[in-house]
């Protein structure tokens, strides 16, 4: 007797850990917010540019996200030349590979943006994917630190076209050159020394995320998170823990305009000319000087980078953003590329999660000065800084303030099927809506039952739909269509009490009109509801 054939196992549909689906209203919205934030930066001059989401991987280099994970970071794979191609984990790995290839052809200084998705191979947790969208701008071929005041008002001028009112965000301003002088003056300087400094650096890059406590832990022996998994420190002695500690939570005390980040009151005394606004400016620098002086005490790469800072507060106090962006000795940025001053954009905002639980959504935005990435390539100097806008982490936090609309757009204009033998009348109308410039589409499923199609209408979010059956097409008047208003019929179930009103709305939602006059009559109820597709 033959075997029974094994019934095929059903292939179980599931999503890999750290991805996420995004429907049409998640789309619409993020289309409305990338368009807001290419005005700001075309608005400065910034032009358009893409590059592939694969890069060969030492193209990369050595600046990955988190080298403690698989594939360092990143998600990596061999083609067929044998050749070792990854994803990219940012926007400006790729833009300066592509600067390198087309140099001789781009105008110097280079001013482009770019938006899309990037893929991180780390361990995912609430907030964090493994693929999310960046938007960013970047300034290739100037080493003035005006191009760096600039990504900082930028980024300003971005939040506030975003609907975030100013006193609601800051923009935090530091300097690696500064952090590279505490990490000498803890004897941490030197090639040698590279990898305990990028662990170093890491560690207060999580501040704001782990508080001092995980910071202390991940600067000593290391430190074990919520999951019970172990991540190493970088082994520092106490004496050197006790220095990095002073520097960092200077910021725990008075929040610094950047015009106070001084030292001298020559310096103060080039920022302004009020007499009374210059001692008070002096005040502030001496309570700061304490944390400053570790930095300066045996270091020219931190005294250059304050003199840079400085010149960063002088351009954006003279453009009036001083209160917008301020100076914060935690800000480092992750990735090992950044060579002079860095920034990073954080809400001040407070609300609550779906839980009801207290959320503050911290930084939404970063950057900073890169001078070694091109110039990996050229084999010459080639100064660049750029800014980055976490545009998926960011969307959530406008959602949950009420800043983005996330309602579903519109969909069609739903001409249905009454007589299944008269498709080509039906689809004719919906061309006709169509080279209008209207939304439009036939209803493509079994068209036996009316009532569906309605029904599929208004999952479609339909402004209206179209009805014309035998009635309507002999009408002696001339071929006739009966439209729905969608959007009244929705208001209308709304009125059951109010019978009146209900029985004067009644007809206005299902009117019968000519079908020469069909695509004014779908355009009044559009306007009537200012139904608008991007």
Same mark, same amino acid.
């Given at each position: 007797?033959?075997e029974k054939?094994k019934?095929?196992?059903k292939?179980r ?7 996420a689906?995004r429907?049409a209203?998640?789309i619409?919205?993020?289309r409305?917010m990338?368009?807001t934030?290419r005005?700001?930066f075309e ?5 358009p540019?893409?590059?592939p989401a ?5 193209a990369l280099g050595?600046f990955?996200p988190?080298?403690?994970?698989p594939n360092?970071g990143?998600f990596?794979?061999?083609?067929d030349?044998e050749q070792?191609?990854s994803?990219?984990?940012d926007l400006t ?7 390198a290839?087309?140099f001789?052809h781009?105008?110097?200084?280079y001013?482009?943006y770019?938006?899309g998705?990037?893929y ?5 947790g609430?907030?964090r994917f493994?693929q999310?969208?960046q938007?960013?701008a970047?300034?290739?071929g100037s080493?003035s630190?005006?191009a ?9 001028d971005?939040m506030?076209?975003?609907g ?8 935090k301003?530091n ?8 990490m000498e003056s803890?004897g941490l300087g030197?090639?040698?020394?590279a990898?305990k400094r990028?662990?170093?650096l890491?560690?207060?890059d999580?501040l704001?995320?782990l508080g001092a ?6 600067l000593g022996?290391?430190r074990?998170d919520?999951?019970?998994d172990?991540?190493?420190g970088?082994?520092?002695?106490e ?8 520097f960092v939570?200077?910021?725990?005390g008075?929040?610094l ?5 001084a030292?001298?009151r020559?310096?103060?005394e ?7 606004k210059k001692?008070?400016?002096?005040n502030? &620098?001496?309570?700061i000087? $304490?944390? *400053?002086?570790?930095?300066? +005490?045996?270091? @020219?790469?931190a005294?250059a980078?304050l /003199?840079e800072?400085v010149?960063?507060?002088r351009?954006?106090?003279a453009a009036?953003y001083?209160?917008r ?10 990735l090992?590329?950044?060579t002079g ?9 407070d609300?609550n999660?779906?839980?009801?639980r207290?959320?503050r959504f911290?930084?939404?935005?970063g950057g ?9 390539f050229?084999?010459?100097?080639v100064p660049?800084?750029g800014?980055s806008?976490?545009v998926?982490?960011?969307q959530? &936090?406008l959602?949950?303030l $009420?800043? *983005?609309?996330t309602?579903? +757009?519109?969909? @069609?204009?739903v001409v249905?099927?009454? /007589?299944?033998?008269?498709?080509a009348?039906?689809q004719?109308m ?15 499923g ?9 029904k ?5 979010n339909s402004?209206c ?8 097409k002999d009408?002696p ?9 969608l959007i009244?019929?929705?208001e209308l ?6 019978r009146d009103?209900?029985l004067?709305?009644q007809?206005? &939602?299902q009117t019968?009109?000519p079908l020469?006059?069909?695509v004014? +009559?779908?355009?009044?109820?559009l306007?009537?509801?200012n139904?608008?597709w991007?």
């Amino acid at each position: 007797m033959a075997e029974k054939p094994k019934k095929p196992q059903k292939l179980r549909a599931r999503l890999p850990r750290g991805l996420a689906d995004r429907g049409a209203a998640e789309i619409a919205a993020t289309r409305r917010m990338t368009e807001t934030i290419r005005e700001v930066f075309e608005r400065y001059g910034f032009e358009p540019v893409e590059t592939p989401a694969f890069e060969y991987t030492d193209a990369l280099g050595k600046f990955l996200p988190d080298q403690d994970r698989p594939n360092e970071g990143v998600f990596s794979f061999q083609d067929d030349d044998e050749q070792w191609i990854s994803l990219r984990y940012d926007l400006t790995a790729p833009l300066a590979r592509y600067v390198a290839e087309n140099f001789d052809h781009l105008p110097k200084p280079y001013r482009s943006y770019r938006a899309g998705y990037v893929y991180r191979n780390e361990k995912p947790g609430p907030g964090r994917f493994r693929q999310f969208m960046q938007f960013d701008a970047d300034t290739v071929g100037s080493a003035s630190p005006a191009a760096d005041a600039e990504m900082c008002m930028m980024a300003a001028d971005t939040m506030e076209a975003l609907g975030i009112p100013r006193g609601s965000y800051v923009v935090k301003v530091n300097n690696r050159k500064v952090l590279d002088g505490v990490m000498e003056s803890i004897g941490l300087g030197g090639e040698e020394n590279a990898a305990k400094r990028l662990t170093v650096l890491r560690a207060i890059d999580k501040l704001d995320r782990l508080g001092a406590h995980g910071v202390r832990e991940l600067l000593g022996e290391g430190r074990k998170d919520e999951s019970g998994d172990f991540t190493k420190g970088a082994g520092l002695e106490e004496s050197q823990i006790s220095k990095i500690e002073t520097f960092v939570n200077a910021r725990a005390g008075v929040q610094l305009p950047i015009f106070a980040y001084a030292g001298s009151r020559d310096v103060l005394e080039r920022l302004t000319d009020d007499p009374d606004k210059k001692e008070n400016e002096y005040n502030i &620098a001496l309570k700061i000087w $304490g944390w *400053l002086r570790i930095a300066f +005490e045996d270091s @020219p790469l931190a005294v250059a980078g304050l /003199d840079e800072l400085v010149e960063i507060a002088r351009l954006v106090d003279a453009a009036g953003y001083e209160n917008r962006i301020i100076v914060d000795p935690s800000v480092v940025r992750g990735l090992e590329y950044y060579t002079g001053p860095v920034y990073e954009v954080e809400l001040l905002l407070d609300t609550n999660d779906e839980k009801g639980r207290p959320v503050r959504f911290g930084s939404v935005g970063g950057g900073g000065r890169y001078d070694g990435l091109v110039s990996r390539f050229r084999g010459e100097p080639v100064p660049a800084t750029g800014f980055s806008i976490g545009v998926s982490r960011l969307q959530a &936090a406008l959602t949950m303030l $009420g800043k *983005l609309d996330t309602k579903p +757009e519109f969909g @069609p204009v739903v001409v249905t099927v009454f /007589d299944r033998d008269r498709v080509a009348d039906y689809q004719k109308m919906v061309a006709t809506l169509r080279n209008a410039g209207i939304r439009a589409e036939l209803y493509l499923g079994n068209p036996k039952n009316m009532g569906n199609q309605l029904k599929y209408a208004d999952k479609r979010n339909s402004p209206c739909v179209i009805i014309q059956g035998s009635d309507e097409k002999d009408d002696p008047a001339g071929p006739q269509v009966v439209l729905k208003d969608l959007i009244l019929g929705a208001e209308l179930s709304k009125l059951e009490k109010d019978r009146d009103e209900y029985l004067q709305k009644q007809g206005e &939602a299902q009117t019968k009109v000519p079908l020469a006059s069909l695509v004014d +009559e779908v355009r009044k109820i559009l306007d009537k509801h200012n139904v608008k597709w991007n």
